[in-house]
């Protein structure tokens, strides 16, 4: 996906259209709910546990907001970035271990 992308932005960069992708890390959904929750079950551990232990995986200590997440889809979408093209965007927190 990452390579397509960065293909269209190539081009279809010439006529102002921007291409890049929004890598999310996790974020506090009712997908994410789901997923603690089926997680617990499944290991016997407590939901608060499991939840502790994915947030120790991501360096500002936390779970990402919904919002946080639709804040910089909104940016990559404003004309503020109109010079960026052909980016994959984690928004994760800083979890993601490589560029």
């Known amino acids: 996906?990452?390579?397509?992308?960065?293909?269209?932005?190539?081009?279809?960069?010439?006529?102002?259209?921007?291409?890049?992708?929004?890598l999310p890390g996790f974020t506090q959904t009712a997908r994410?709910?789901?997923?603690?929750?089926?997680?617990?079950?499944?290991t016997g551990k407590t939901e608060e546990e499991i939840l502790k232990e994915l947030v120790a995986e991501i360096p500002v200590g936390r779970i990402g907001q919904p919002?946080?997440?639709g804040a910089?889809?909104?940016?990559?979408?404003?004309?503020?970035?109109?010079?960026?093209?052909?980016v994959n965007l984690p928004v994760d927190g800083g979890r993601l271990s490589c560029l």
């Open 1 to 22: 996906m990452a390579n397509w992308a960065k293909t269209l932005a190539t081009e279809l960069g010439q006529y102002g259209i921007t291409v890049n992708n929004v």
């Open 32 to 42: 994410a709910d789901y997923v603690i929750k089926n997680k617990a079950q499944k």
């Open 67 to 69: 919002e946080e997440f």
């Open 72 to 86: 910089a889809v909104a940016f990559l979408c404003s004309p503020a970035a109109a010079y960026i093209n052909g």
